[in-house]
């Protein structure tokens, strides 16, 4: 009757776990503290990315603020109480985990607890969620900073990738190129600018087009396959993702 009018799904099966279970509050702190790490991981990035070193985005002025000293600067606060709030999430399963492994059987005043740390999580998530996305909202990229970034080197494996549809083993491929990185390395130049002298000195099967394949818009075309980077592959990613939380 009580099950009914309280509109559960079933009853417990045991009277004892039914006053001393807190599994379903360790598994939304679980779950709130997972996605304070993955929000962490994705505010770390933004904030180097918006450094001066690298400036390949910049922060909207709603989720950001001023330096008291710095008139130039601009702090990320959003990103970084997200970043912060990672640690508070993770302390908070932490504490309940602690607190249940050393308890006996049915229930124990250690148990009221629980909800200190669970309306903490809940109650900070629900304040990090709409400011991250406010933020993620207001970014703008900066596309030429980012592609002024990008150095040859990068794509030295589709340089590895062409000696093999050329006929190469990759272990031969792999050689190659790495003999050519080195040789750009200890000339202080990029791979990009060797000689085709270097190339077919390196391996027989390099040809006059083969410093194309250190292009990075060739270098993500060769990847559109699932789940990989070319542009394609990536736009289905996002619709995909888009209609995973519809």
Do not use: C, W
């Amino acid at each position: 009757l009580l099950q009914g009018t309280l509109g559960f799904d079933a009853i417990s099966l045991n009277s004892i776990d039914a006053v001393s279970d807190r599994d379903f509050v360790a598994e939304m702190l679980f779950a709130t503290a997972l996605l304070a790490a993955h929000l962490s991981r994705f505010a770390e990035d933004l904030i180097i990315y918006g450094t001066g070193e690298f400036g390949f985005v910049q922060f909207g002025e709603r989720f950001s603020s001023g330096s008291s000293m710095m008139p130039q600067k601009r702090n990320p606060d959003a990103l970084e109480i997200a970043r912060g709030s990672a640690a508070r999430l993770l302390g908070d399963l932490t504490a309940l985990l602690a607190t249940i492994k050393g308890l006996p059987s049915s229930y124990n005043k250690d148990l009221q607890d629980d909800k200190r740390v669970l309306f903490d999580a809940v109650d900070t998530m629900l304040l990090v969620l709409p400011a991250f996305s406010g933020s993620l909202a207001e970014l703008s990229f900066h596309a030429n900073r980012m592609r002024a970034a990008l150095s040859s080197g990068l794509m030295a494996t589709d340089l590895a990738d062409y000696l093999v549809r050329k006929g190469a083993t990759f272990r031969e491929a792999h050689s190659a190129v790495g003999h050519l990185v080195r040789e750009a390395e200890s000339q202080g130049r990029e791979l990009d600018a060797l000689p085709f002298a270097s190339l077919a000195a390196a391996h027989p099967l390099f040809g006059e087009d083969a410093l194309l394949a250190l292009s990075p818009e060739r270098s993500v075309q060769h990847r559109e396959v699932e789940g990989g980077t070319g542009p394609a592959a990536v736009r289905a990613q996002i619709k995909a993702a888009r209609e995973s939380v519809r």
